[in-house]
């Protein structure tokens, strides 16, 4: 992974969705209760910690995208939800906002 750039988009794994999972209660205190919360894919970006851009599954036909931000370790800060987008659909591309 090039530092600044985002990766490929790849399958979510057990770890991306164990990151989203950490920042549900975070989107929803902004939107609304999620019936599904699962991440498919995602995106990750070297910075001073890590971004992760995570597409994830709320409803049947229903995805937001959101943008997660893990600090480097010794921060020992929680990973925060920093931005998100809502209305996107299956195919919509994951990219950088």
């Known amino acids: 992974m090039m530092c600044g750039a985002p990766s490929a988009t790849q399958p979510a794994t057990a770890e991306t969705q164990a990151i989203a999972d950490k920042v549900k209660s975070q989107l929803e205190k902004e939107n609304k209760k999620f019936p599904v ?5 995602f995106k990750s970006q ?3 910690g890590k971004n992760y851009f995570i597409k994830v599954q709320v409803d049947e036909d229903d995805f937001v995208h959101i943008r997660v931000f893990e600090s480097l370790p010794h921060e020992n800060k929680p990973v925060a939800l920093t931005s998100y987008q809502t209305n996107k659909g299956r195919h ?3 990219t950088y906002f």
């Open 46 to 48: 070297l910075v001073a």
């Open 37 to 41: 919360f699962k991440a498919l894919e």
């Open 92 to 94: 919509d591309e994951l």
